[in-house]
Structure formats: C-alpha cells, structure tokens
Nanobody
Framework: QVQLVESGGGLVQAGGSLRLSCVVS????????MGWYRQAPGKERELVAF??????TNYGDSVKGRFTSTRERSKAVYLQMNSLKPEDTGIYYC????????????WGQGTQVTVSS
C-alpha cells in the first residue's frame, strides 16, 4: 500500500507564491514518475507537472514558466508556484506511478489552493 500526503495549500492573492509538498509512505521503494494534477470547479482534472525518470519533466501549458516541480528520489515531490493567478484555483493532487503512466495509479487526497484577485 502506498500513501501520498499533500500539504502547503491555502489562500493567496494573485501574484503571490505557494509551495506544495507531497510525502510518500508505504511499501514501495521506487516510483518512476511523480507529480501533480489539479481540478478546478466544474472542470476536468488536468496535468500540472510530472517528473519521470523515463519521460523527463512535463508541465501543463498554463503553468509553464511559473511553476517548478522537484522531487526527492521516490520519497517526496514538491511544487513551487509563483505568479499565481485566480485561474490556478483548484484542488491539487499528488500523483505517482512505478512505471510512469500518466496519470499514475497512486493519488493523494488533494489540497485546496485558492487565488484571490
């Protein structure tokens, strides 16, 4: 069993920054891919950032140049969000996979990010 636990969400004004963290625990030693998806109210879940040993790093078009994701082996993954916009509001989910499928099979419970204008 693998658990992903996110933290760091909250309320921020437009133009501000937040840093999300996701810590991995459970019976797995290697995750090829780790990253983030988000879901805004009334919209489908979308890719934010995903770091994979086999695929490299991918960012969603709407966050390129503003968000940066890093990972600490298979133990944790982070999302630094700068120049936040109201349209970045949503629930952010940590996501991971041992074989780098997109999306991965493991999901966190999500953390709310709200950007006020």
């Amino acid at each position: 069993q693998v658990q992903l636990v996110e933290s760091g969400g909250g309320l921020v004004q437009a133009g501000g920054s937040l840093r999300l963290s996701c810590v991995v625990s459970g019976s797995i030693t290697f995750l090829d891919g780790m990253g983030w998806y988000r879901q805004a109210p009334g919209k489908e879940r979308e890719l934010v950032a995903f770091i994979s040993h086999s695929r490299g790093t991918n960012y969603g078009d709407s966050v390129k140049g503003r968000f940066t994701s890093t990972r600490e082996r298979s133990k944790a993954v982070y999302l630094q969000m700068n120049s936040l916009k109201p349209e970045d509001t949503g629930i952010y989910y940590c996501n991971a996979d041992p074989f780098s499928r997109l999306p991965g099979v493991y999901w966190g419970q999500g953390t709310q990010v709200t950007v006020s204008s």
